[in-house]
């Protein structure tokens, strides 16, 4: 992706994108899982981007040896004007406090209203954060997220249309001062529903992830948090595992435009569950589609170059020391260049 300060924003589509280093995700969702500045330890993860797993350690993280700076993952220059960065900006600083920092503190429990739902789910509602500025921040997300998956990689995260509906609606919400946005009573409802963790191993480590593997609901991982967006109707395609499935059936999660926003509680345990099996599936997607390259370049068999592919993959990652999946593309690059 080569924009320039000199292409027309993403959001408004009106004024010129000058503004660099724009998040695509906030910054302060990022916090808790960066630690302390410059010690960021984060992984960009998608089975379809080039760089298949992409780890960034901050300049003072011990476990980075590469004296290069690299460019957060996270922000990228010239997709928005300042405008609408600023704008953004609003939203995130009245919901993530709200919906992060404070949700587990003794001290501002009066904030939130603990409910068990139905099905054994815990849920918060936030009392003091309004239902329309909660959801416009959502959709933000759920925005950027595919408009960069489709931007860098070409993955269509969420429909076309639906994508476009959501920059319609933010970019008309967000010329609204904050008071207008909480009496505007025709922003569009959508469906989603919002879970973190009970608690978290430790607060340096964490995931950004999506995928296009599953739409309805589609999944989005912003560290702490796991959305689950379904567009215009509550519909549920395609097979889930534990503990997604039961996430998604959760019915007492999902936010509702007349009621408090809600946070749905899945266990420490159930969240690194997860965190794990997304990984492995990630992982055995990228081994066959560099098995087929590897194939495709070799004229090979399947099994044939999975083998190669395997033996010098590995290889490579314990002489090197490169985390297995950058391991195994090298050795893809490798076979296809000898050929
Ligand atoms: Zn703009």
Redesign the pocket.
């Known amino acids: 992706m080569n924009r320039t300060s000199k292409d027309v924003?993403?959001?408004?589509?009106?004024?010129p994108?000058t503004k660099k280093n724009s998040h695509w995700v906030p910054a302060a969702m990022l916090k808790s899982m960066v630690g302390k500045r410059y010690n960021e330890e984060s992984y960009q993860f998608s089975s379809f981007q080039k760089r298949k797993l992409d780890v960034y350690y901050g300049r003072d993280n011990l476990k980075n040896t590469d004296t290069t700076i690299k460019q957060n993952h996270y922000s990228l220059d010239y997709i928005?004007?300042d405008?609408?960065e600023n704008k953004l900006g609003v939203l995130e600083s009245a919901v993530i406090p709200v919906i992060q920092n404070e949700i587990r503190l003794e001290r501002k429990r009066p904030n939130y209203k603990e409910e068990l739902g139905e099905d054994g789910i815990t849920l918060k509602k936030c009392l003091r954060l309004n239902n329309n500025i909660f959801r416009l921040f959502i959709y933000s997300i759920v925005w950027r997220f595919s408009l960069i998956h489709q931007l860098e990689d070409n993955i269509q995260l969420i429909s076309k249309d639906l994508q476009e509906d959501l920059r319609l609606i933010l970019n008309e919400s967000l010329s609204l001062d904050l008071k207008e946005i909480i009496e505007n009573d025709s922003i569009h409802s959508l469906v989603f529903q919002v879970f973190t963790a009970d608690s978290f191993d430790d607060g340096t480590e964490g995931t950004v992830y999506s995928e296009e593997i599953h739409k309805d609901p589609a999944l989005f991982f912003v560290n702490e948090f796991i959305i689950l967006f379904y567009g215009n109707e509550y519909t549920i395609t395609g097979e889930y595992y534990f503990p997604i499935e039961r996430m998604i059936q959760s019915v007492d999660v999902l936010n509702s435009k007349d009621d408090h926003p809600k946070i749905g509680f899945i266990s420490n345990a159930s969240f690194n569950e997860l965190i794990n099996r997304i990984f492995g599936d990630g992982a055995k997607v990228i081994l066959t589609s560099l098995t087929n390259s590897v194939a495709s370049c070799t004229g090979l068999s399947f099994i044939e170059s999975r083998y190669h592919l395997y033996k010098l993959g590995m290889d490579i990652h314990q002489k090197t020391g490169s985390n297995i999946i950058q391991s195994f593309e090298e050795a893809a690059e490798l076979i296809c260049s000898n050929n």
Do not use: A, H, Y
Not at 9 to 15: A, E, Q, Y
């Open positions: 924003c993403l959001l408004c589509g009106f004024k994108s928005f004007c405008d609408c």
